[in-house]
């Protein structure tokens, strides 16, 4: 449309009427219809031994006359008709044009906007798929982590306490200060022991 190779193909159609070819030529349709007046003008002629005479044509011209002004007249109107009608149509085409070239750069957004679409699409599904792949890990570690996880609860049963926790002792140490609290524990329990009797 932009570009113009689309034209209405109704300007083709009228150009023949547009460019006068119609006031020209002869319409077989008026011909037969002027015969029979034609045939009695020539019939009275011939009756009377004038047939060719200038009379006999002069008859002939004054009755076509009329009848051929109308039809110029007519073929004219519609020649005037088919100029305007066509004169119409290349501005309808080229308001066409317009309108097309102004809507040109939103189609080409939409271009744009629907390879957007697409990506946020493409990213939903990588994240669904994302997830997908995330749960068949987990299942996958648990699978491979359960019995480890088993032992550990059979030894924590055993034991009689939790298994994984984790206790700390120094491997440098104040031997006496440790001796000095021990004996200090001693003493207030002894004290306890002798109170009592």
């Known amino acids: 449309?932009?570009?113009?190779?689309?034209?209405?193909?109704?300007?083709?159609?009228?150009?023949?009427?547009?460019?006068?070819?119609?006031?020209?030529?002869?319409?077989?349709?008026?011909?037969?219809?002027?015969?029979?007046?034609?045939?009695?003008?020539?019939?009275?002629?011939?009756?009377a031994g004038r047939l060719g005479s200038g009379a006999n044509i002069s008859a002939m011209t004054g009755a076509m006359a009329p009848i051929y002004a109308q039809n110029y007249a007519t073929?004219?109107?519609?020649?005037?008709?088919?100029?305007?009608?066509?004169g119409?149509?290349?501005?309808?085409?080229?308001?066409?044009?317009?309108?097309a070239a102004a809507a040109a750069p939103g189609l080409a957004r939409e271009d744009y906007s629907d390879i957007g679409r697409l990506a946020q699409f493409g990213a939903a599904r990588e994240a669904?798929?994302?997830?997908?792949?995330a749960e068949d890990i987990a299942r996958f570690d648990f699978t491979q982590n359960e019995p480890a996880r088993r032992l550990q609860d059979?030894?924590?049963?055993?034991?009689?306490?939790?298994?994984g926790g984790t206790q700390t002792t120094p491997i440098?140490?104040?031997?006496?200060?440790?001796?000095?609290?021990?004996?200090?524990?001693?003493?207030?329990a002894g004290k306890d022991i002798w109170g009592m009797f």
């Open 1 to 47: 449309m932009m570009g113009g190779e689309f034209v209405n193909p109704a300007m083709a159609m009228m150009q023949s009427t547009a460019q006068g070819d119609f006031l020209n030529k002869g319409n077989p349709y008026l011909e037969a219809a002027m015969q029979p007046m034609l045939d009695r003008i020539q019939g009275q002629y011939a009756g």
């Open 75 to 86: 073929e004219r109107a519609n020649q005037l008709a088919a100029q305007r009608a066509i």
């Open 88 to 99: 119409g149509l290349s501005q309808q085409d080229l308001m066409n044009r317009s309108r």
């Open 128 to 133: 669904k798929t994302g997830e997908a792949l």
């Open 154 to 163: 059979f030894i924590a049963g055993v034991r009689g306490g939790t298994m």
């Open 172 to 188: 440098y140490g104040d031997q006496t200060s440790r001796a000095i609290g021990n004996i200090s524990a001693l003493a207030s």
